[in-house]
């Protein structure tokens, strides 16, 4: 089988989200980006504004709600998984895998982040990249202390 052949397999059932939807998902609550794309990416053009990170190798750990390697935010299989990569061909693999795995509303964004910034989307450039997600750890946020989140 060919990549691209997996790659339409993949794909299929999907409900791929544009950029700007992907978004306002993100905006309602109705959603959670997941940015993949490994640290040097993330260096060079900035990251999404409230993505999760983690690396491609440890999502499905991360994302499933029955694995002791989990993040906070993986409680319950019903959880709008919107996997970004940096064109949008990792990602539906990513969000096929973690489909498989029954995370039945895992899907990725069409074009990945270069369509995000090429929609004009925010993108924040940090001087150091957020390091991805390790097991129960919590998001950035959750971890600054008042007095730091006064400085950022």
Do not use: K
Request: glycine share 10%; hydrophobic share 40%.
């Amino acid at each position: 089988m060919s990549i691209d052949t997996l790659l339409a397999r993949a794909r299929t059932g999907l409900r791929r989200l544009s950029p700007a939807e992907a978004c306002a998902a993100a905006s309602r609550g109705t959603g959670l980006i997941v940015d993949t794309r490994p640290e040097f990416q993330r260096r060079s053009g900035g990251e999404v504004p409230g993505a999760i990170v983690i690396e491609r190798n440890h999502l499905e750990w991360r994302l499933d709600p029955r694995c002791d390697a989990r993040i906070p935010e993986a409680v319950s299989a019903d959880i709008r998984w919107i996997i970004l990569c940096d064109e949008g061909y990792s990602s539906s693999l990513a969000a096929s895998s973690l489909r498989q795995i029954g995370l039945a509303n895992a899907t990725d964004v069409i074009g990945g982040f270069q369509a995000w910034t090429a929609a004009g989307l925010q993108v924040s450039r940090l001087a150091a990249p957020a390091r991805p997600r390790g097991p129960g750890e919590p998001g950035i946020d959750a971890r600054l202390t008042s007095a730091e989140h006064a400085g950022r």
